[in-house]
């Protein structure tokens, strides 16, 4: 049993990507169908489906590559807030990653969205991950 789902769907989707994986399959929650959904939304991945085997849920990811290299989309996918140290934003201190080239998933009253959304919303909360 994973206590930080968050982490291990990030560090499943980070080593599928170094290995260059087309699929990648991750146990669902609610937190972890609301990030896939952000990251086909911004193009970071094709797409992703839900599915359940023997009364567990899964979401199978294809991960997006560029070119006949198959360059991962996904550089870089760092998390930030964890169990032990949780990191909180205001909305005007949301962060910027990579100069908005990158998005940051924030955890918010209003749901899961990224950092510019939440910004144009005027909400904070919690910052669970760069990608870039």
Same mark, same amino acid.
């Given at each position: 049993? =994973?206590?930080?789902?968050?982490?291990?769907?990030?560090? @499943?989707? +980070?080593?599928?990507?170094? =290995?260059?994986?087309?699929? =990648?399959?991750?146990?669902?929650? +609610?937190?972890?169908?609301?990030?896939? #959904?952000?990251?086909?939304? #911004?193009?970071?991945?094709?797409?992703?489906?839900?599915?359940?085997?023997?009364?567990?849920?899964?979401? !199978?990811?294809?991960?997006?590559?560029?070119?006949?290299? @198959?360059?991962?989309?996904?550089?870089?996918?760092? +998390? =930030?807030?964890? $169990?032990?140290? @949780?990191?909180?934003?205001?909305?005007?201190?949301? $962060?910027?990653? !990579?100069?908005? !080239?990158?998005?940051?998933?924030?955890?918010?009253?209003?749901?899961?969205?990224?950092?510019?959304?939440? +910004?144009?919303?005027?909400?904070?909360? #919690?910052? !669970?991950?760069?990608?870039?």
């Amino acid at each position: 049993m =994973v206590n930080d789902t968050i982490s291990d769907m990030l560090t @499943r989707i +980070r080593n599928a990507n170094m =290995v260059k994986h087309q699929i =990648v399959q991750i146990p669902a929650t +609610r937190m972890s169908l609301g990030i896939a #959904e952000i990251l086909k939304v #911004e193009g970071f991945i094709e797409d992703f489906e839900a599915y359940s085997e023997d009364s567990k849920k899964y979401i !199978l990811i294809s991960l997006k590559y560029i070119g006949k290299s @198959r360059q991962p989309v996904i550089c870089k996918i760092e +998390r =930030v807030s964890k $169990p032990g140290l @949780r990191v909180y934003s205001k909305s005007s201190n949301l $962060p910027k990653v !990579l100069d908005n !080239l990158g998005i940051a998933i924030i955890s918010t009253s209003k749901g899961l969205m990224t950092n510019i959304k939440a +910004r144009e919303l005027g909400v904070g909360g #919690e910052v !669970l991950c760069y990608i870039w």
